[in-house]
């Protein structure tokens, strides 16, 4: 389960064992909250919200990753390839707007302009002896504030990638 805050905003958001993904407005003071909408979605998947606030991207029940508009609910993006059985373990899109990034269960990174979904950076990450990290699991990832920049982190390792090349320089 993976819970994203919107800056500014109360709602909160987070994909649960039910197979969907509850958006809910929580009240500071009772710690109560107010289900704004629920969709169709992989469990235990990544949340992001998108800088503007005005849409929210999720990793969908057929293993993908779409980015919906909060207000009506309606699809606006579906990132392509799709990322297995097990969906992005964790999303982010950048504070600039324009990536968004899925980490795969076996360490795979993908990378995408937001608006067009075009496909920017497929890579696998590798182990220092060169072989593929497929227990890399990105759940938690951040752009710089530049979006020049992806840090993802994994149990006790960090790798921050490079978004125009894809290259991991630590």
Same mark, same amino acid.
């Given at each position: 389960?993976?819970?994203?805050? *919107? ?7 987070? %994909? ?6 509850? &958006?809910? =407005? ?5 710690? $109560? ?9 992989? %469990? ?5 919200? +998108?800088?503007? =606030? ?23 993006? =579906?990132?392509?390839? +799709? ?7 964790? $999303? ?21 302009? &937001? ?9 696998? &990450? ?21 979006? =020049?920049?992806?840090?993802? %982190? ?5 790798? *921050? ?6 290259? $991991?320089?630590?």
């Amino acid at each position: 389960t993976q819970i994203d805050k *919107v800056p500014g905003n109360p709602a909160l958001s987070g %994909a649960t064992h039910f197979w969907s993904l509850r &958006l809910l =407005e929580l009240n500071s003071t009772t710690n $109560i909250g107010k289900r704004l909408g629920e969709f169709p979605a992989q %469990a235990h998947a990544g949340v992001a919200f +998108s800088p503007d =606030e005005a849409s929210i991207a999720h990793s969908s029940e057929d293993h993908g990753i779409i980015r919906r508009d909060l207000a009506s609910g309606k699809v606006l993006n =579906e990132y392509q390839p +799709s990322l297995g059985v097990h969906g992005g373990v964790g $999303i982010a899109v950048s504070p600039d707007g324009r990536f968004i990034a899925a980490g795969q269960y076996h360490g795979k990174v993908f990378l995408w302009e &937001l608006k067009s979904g075009k496909l920017l950076v497929e890579h696998q &990450l590798l182990r220092d002896n060169g072989e593929q990290d497929t227990f890399f699991q990105a759940k938690v990832m951040r752009f710089s504030p530049d979006g =020049e920049h992806l840090a993802m %982190a994994s149990g006790n390792r960090l790798n *921050v990638m490079e978004t125009k090349t894809g290259k $991991i320089i630590k």
